[in-house]
């Protein structure tokens, strides 16, 4: 197996975030769902954006936001995922790029603009999505760079990227070349909602060996398993995957594998003001440990720790540097 | 005198902010002036872009700023600017609407794109901006609503207008339509390299009693008085306008009339982020003070309290309530 070029890859949905704060009579009076992400078309986000306050725009995109947390954690990181030649694309492309992060994936010269996806934080700091995935749709599997793909250790992609009709056939394309290339693959189930739609294939892809690891939080877990028992879950999810990472906000994570389970606590934070990314830098930070050979109770840690950062500010980028907070720490980086 | 139908209407260039993190090193390898405000062009605007790290974005632009900060605090507040047909130009438009500003000046069709402005924030929290006016350059005297501006109790205007070739001609036509109606008329002189390069022009149009009330920080008012010493400056200002407020950051600020002095104390923060839009929200809450005829103490205090917020997060848009923070400390809203 010839040495990795990038640690990490990530492939995603590319979305940019309009996040606005708003009451819970916001998200009942639009019917929303809160703490999921909805998709919707572009009367829907015509008609929420119209009611929306004022906004803070940054770039956005799950898989793309743990791919920036490994990039500024140190690590190697790529990503693939359609914009538009459009401004807001534009902004995108700049974002990735200045984090660090090798992004080659040729922009949608036509159809849909770049996806937005309208954010509201309510004041508890939990986020509510609203989804226009715009030319994330147009991600194809000629998007799938095979020798990069082949480079790159770890493989990691999104459930959301069951949403779009062709990028699941980018995803399963690049599963296949990173497995005979002896590479890792590993998928976040996304969100609640998105394991719903997609149960049964998110179990194929785990039983069938499609990928080896599988972040969930609590809410996806238990989508999953169509079960309200944590204990319960847990255990089929060893059945069903070799290393399994489960979120439970304040309560810290757990890291299941064949070998046994290790609960890890979550990082004291002073207010959150915005969950928005928790999950995805969660997952930068685990990946990064894993890639550093660090151990899963280390890996879970360094998991923490990116989240509480991301979650004490508005956004789901870091805005400090996580390789520095990890090191006042004693964090392996 | 007919009852206004706002409280204040603003005038600036409509800029749309590109906010980053910086250390003094990347300020002295691009050649930018610590603290002020540069005009810069397309080429020089993709340089810097390019070597900027990953941003956040959201609307900006001084008066509009001001005129957000109005709206927030609770009054009647009317925006022109002028923004592209383009993307950014739809995110700009909807914050001000969403904000609760009148705002119906017409998008450019064709042109330059939505102005810019790239803010490099130090950790100190200083901002450094370099600016790219785009559309705004495009602001006629054909965008002053005669009727709009003589139903407007304060007419609000930026000394960056005397950037863009035709908007000072915008200017002084809202200034004499204003003034036909008996209605007051206020100006911030922006930036100290602003005051350089119109000196003479903003002279004559406090002198002339194109202006009646005058916004400046202390660099400002050094740069238009060519002096360091501030009560030397301050008599000058004086006598050549009507009121003269001067902002002085942590020394809180003085409000100069013919009647006497007065100085008003900083509001005290726990942390500054970054202090771009001090000056424009500090402008909000003496103009809405001034609406409602609190007085210059308490005007100036309002003034504290809404540039207090803004220096606490990342952007220069209000992130809380003002109207509500002012309640909380007891000032009149």
Known sequence: MAEAKYDVLGIGNAIFDVLVQADEGFLAAHGMAKGGMALIDEARAESIYRDMGPATEMSGGSAANTIVGIANLGARAAYVGKVRDDQIGRLYTHDIRAAGVAFETKPAADGPATGCSYILVTPDGERTMNTYLGAAQELMPADID???????????????????????????????????????????????????????????????????????????????????????????????????????????????????????????????????????????????????????????????????EVIQHIGARPQTSLKELAQENGLPV
Chains 1, 2 share one sequence.
């Open 146 to 308: 095979a020798a990069q793909i082949a480079a790159s250790a770890i493989v990691y992609l999104e459930g959301y990227l069951w949403d779009p009709a062709s990028a699941k056939e980018a995803f399963v394309k690049a599963s296949k070349i990173a497995h005979d290339a002896g590479r890792q693959v590993a998928l976040t189930l996304s969100d609640a909602f998105c394991v719903g739609r997609y149960r049964g294939e998110f179990l194929d892809l785990m039983r069938g060996g499609t990928v080896d690891l599988v972040f969930a939080n609590e809410a996806e877990l238990g989508s999953l398993y169509e079960t309200a028992d944590f204990d319960a879950a847990l255990k089929q999810l060893r059945n069903d995957t070799k290393l399994g990472v489960v979120t439970r906000s304040e309560k810290g994570c757990v890291v299941a594998s064949k070998e046994g389970v290790v609960a890890v606590p979550a990082f004291p934070v002073s207010k959150i003001v915005d969950t928005t990314g928790a999950g995805d830098l969660f997952a930068a930070g685990f990946l990064f440990g894993l890639v550093r050979g660090a151990g899963h109770e280390a890996a879970g840690r360094l998991g923490a720790l990116a989240a509480a």
